[in-house]
């Protein structure tokens, strides 16, 4: 194979591929109520994205990829602002915080415990929230 195979791509290593994180997608107002209720036993996380932003893409995947707490401790929720900006402006009215985007709110307890945008989110620590 030699360096030209290593050069295309063609590297007998194996690389390690990060398993995707499950994320719900947040489509119905109604959600909102179910997930409320659930985060009085698990906590439950809300990723507000914008599907035309540079940046909102950005830290998505570094969240996503930097994310190393068991995927089974919390649930996931996708927020797609373009689709679903009623669902986004229930959320800032519900959870009394300032729409931005992208965002991350951690509720437990039906209250946010948590929430940041931008460069913030890669800050998080979620183990405290568990």
């Not at 809300?46 to 994310?67: E, P, Q, V, W, Y």
């Not at 927020?79 to 965002?103: K, T």
């Not at 209250?111 to 931008?118: D, E, G, N, Q, Y």
């Amino acid at each position: 194979m030699g360096i030209f195979g290593n050069f295309f791509g063609e590297n007998t290593k194996q690389h390690k591929t990060r398993e995707k994180l499950p994320w719900i997608p947040l489509e119905r107002v109604e959600q909102l109520d179910e997930l409320m209720e659930a985060s009085g036993s698990r906590t439950q996380l809300i990723f507000k994205h914008s599907t035309t932003c540079g940046i909102s893409r950005m830290i998505l995947r570094m969240f996503s990829d930097s994310f190393s707490q068991p995927k089974d401790a919390l649930d996931f929720y996708f927020l797609d602002l373009h689709a679903h900006r009623d669902i986004s402006n229930e959320v800032a009215s519900r959870f009394q915080v300032i729409h931005q985007s992208p965002q991350l709110l951690i509720i437990r307890d039906g209250a946010v415990a948590f929430h940041a945008s931008h460069g913030a989110i890669a800050d998080v620590e979620i183990s405290a929230y568990l």
